[in-house]
């Protein structure tokens, strides 16, 4: 197999770029389309590091576009169905963006993240051991790290700016930004997704310990998926023959880069340390482990 290519950051000449996230370059269109191109680029404590993953834009838009397609049932999608050629041009433009860039619906976003979580980890883990709760919502007492929860819970999140962190918040809160009916269909659409998801990924050695969901609004009210979904990076994924209730599994994403970072005297401010060769290899190699599990047939 070969190596894989790697893009860090892309200045197409044949469309106008409308915004660059941390791993996303976005550009327009038309009035109703827009390109989302994923880069190779990681963000490890909100920082944008110098060194781009080899193939990981690759592998997170098979990843998400698999999940699109399998989650159609439960609520649309903002994929338009025309292909990069329709939108790109220039043929070696083309080339630099294949498999990593599709071509999507331009939707109104909402303001809030969906966050649903299976297990207890991450900051929820915190939460519960300071108040008994995850974001508001009571729990068993006696629940240790890492453990399944009696039933998946929505814990929905603001949407940060680049650099900041998300904000935790409840449904209540949810309800007062979105509306009673639409927080309801972001929830529910949100928990069933997770509950397919989870149930196929297990199948697959795979437990999807949380994941975070972006919808977004057309002209008519309409909802729909966004964004990413259920990869690598929007995802916690645990190997199933690694789990142990009470610690903290290994993870399929950048964890080996965290791990390393955490060996460093820096203080988690731009701009990020660069990363060995050995600590890029083995990242990409996980997040393709990841993508072959879940994709292939």
Known sequence: MNAPTTLYETALTSLTLKARGKVRDIYDIDDTHMLIVTTDRLSAF?????????????????????WFHHMQ?????HLSGLKLEDAVKNPEECALLQDRAIVVRKLHPLPVEAV???YLTGSGWKDYQKHGAVCGIPLPQGLQMA???????????????????????????????LGQSLAEQVRDASLQIYREA?????????????????????????????DEVLTPDSSRFWPVDEYRVGISPPSFDKQIVRDYLET?????TPPGPKLPAEVLAKTSAKYREAEIRLTSA
């Open 264 to 268: 460093l005297d820096w203080d988690k």
């Open 73 to 77: 049932h439960i609520i649309p999608n």
């Open 116 to 118: 649903v979580r299976g």
């Open 198 to 226: 989870a149930a196929y990924a297990l199948q697959r050695g795979i437990i999807i310990a949380d994941t975070k969901f972006e919808f977004g609004l057309d002209e008519s009210g309409k909802l729909y998926l966004i």
């Open 147 to 177: 453990q399944q929860l009696p039933q998946p819970v929505f814990t929905p999140s603001t949407k940060a700016q680049l650099g900041a962190h998300d904000e935790n918040i409840d449904f209540a809160k949810a309800v007062e930004l």
């Open 46 to 66: 909100d920082v944008i590091l110098p060194d781009p993953i080899p193939g990981k834009g690759i592998v997170l838009t098979s990843v998400s576009n698999f």
